[in-house]
């Protein structure tokens, strides 16, 4: 298996001050570190007000796909700026449930 | 040949894989199968997958680099029992975070993580559908 089959994609759409990241496939601790990456880029960009992850196509998620959302949501919270969680999927609907996250997340 | 378990017997099926986070979704897709072939629901063998995903991570995050992940799926009784075992890298206790803490109580009904001499092991029970 090669880091070409990755099970994970992402697309980034930015319009003025506010980015729309679709995330899709599985999100687990063989590809967090590339949505993280990804994250970390937007999260620095002072010209970003909002971010906005789009997962209603996301399959599978674990603990290290949420931490990484979680970093995301710190970093964007820091300097004020936000992080919605749109269409989450029923695998990232379960995470956030058993983790007691989907009150304290912004999920629409 | 698999060597016989001191808990499953001989009926069990056994995956084996390197230690690497690329191999997880192996182990969760034999973690969903054996599931369905008990009869559990869609939403159990969701769960299980979560938390067969979560405890093998936990071992190949602590393995040794040329390490091997065991994993073995039995029933014994009213449970299925999920064994994994992987050599360890590490003196320390494996350390759960309280994420990945709550994702195994919410999901499987005992869920055990040890150290040992050379290796780390887990062993997670969830009791099977009534039929």
């Known amino acids: 298996m090669t880091d070409n089959e990755k099970k994970l994609s992402f ?29 970390d880029d937007l999260t620095s960009r002072d010209d970003i007000s909002s971010v906005t992850l789009d997962l209603a196509e996301v399959s599978f998620i674990d603990s290290s796909g949420l931490r990484t959302i979680l970093t995301a ?25 058993i983790t007691d996250l989907l009150e304290h997340l912004d999920v629409r | 040949m698999a060597t016989r378990s001191p808990v499953l017997g001989d009926d069990f099926v056994e995956l084996s894989v390197p230690a690497d986070t690329r191999h997880l979704r192996l182990a969760r897709l034999a973690a969903s199968g054996y599931g369905a ?36 799926y039995g029933v014994e009784g009213e ?29 499987v009904d005992s869920f055990d993580i040890a150290r040992h001499d050379s290796h780390n092991s887990f062993r997670i029970t969830k009791r099977t559908p009534q039929r």
């Open chain 1, 11 to 39: 697309d980034l759409a930015v319009e003025g001050s506010e980015a729309v990241m679709t995330v899709a496939g599985e999100l687990d601790p063989h590809t967090a570190d590339d949505l993280a990456g990804a994250l």
């Open chain 1, 73 to 97: 949501h710190e970093a964007l919270s820091s300097r004020d700026a936000q992080l919605t969680l749109r269409s989450p999927s029923e695998a990232v609907h379960r995470l956030l449930e």
């Open chain 2, 37 to 72: 072939d008990l009869g559990y629901s869609i939403d159990d063998i969701e769960e299980l997958r979560l938390a067969v995903g979560e405890a093998c991570a936990l071992l190949v995050d602590n393995s040794t680099p040329d390490g091997r992940l065991v994993l073995r």
């Open chain 2, 79 to 107: 449970l299925l029992i999920i064994e994994g075992r992987c050599p360890g890298g590490t003196d320390d206790q494996v350390f759960v975070d309280p994420v990945a803490q709550a994702v195994m109580v919410n999901t």
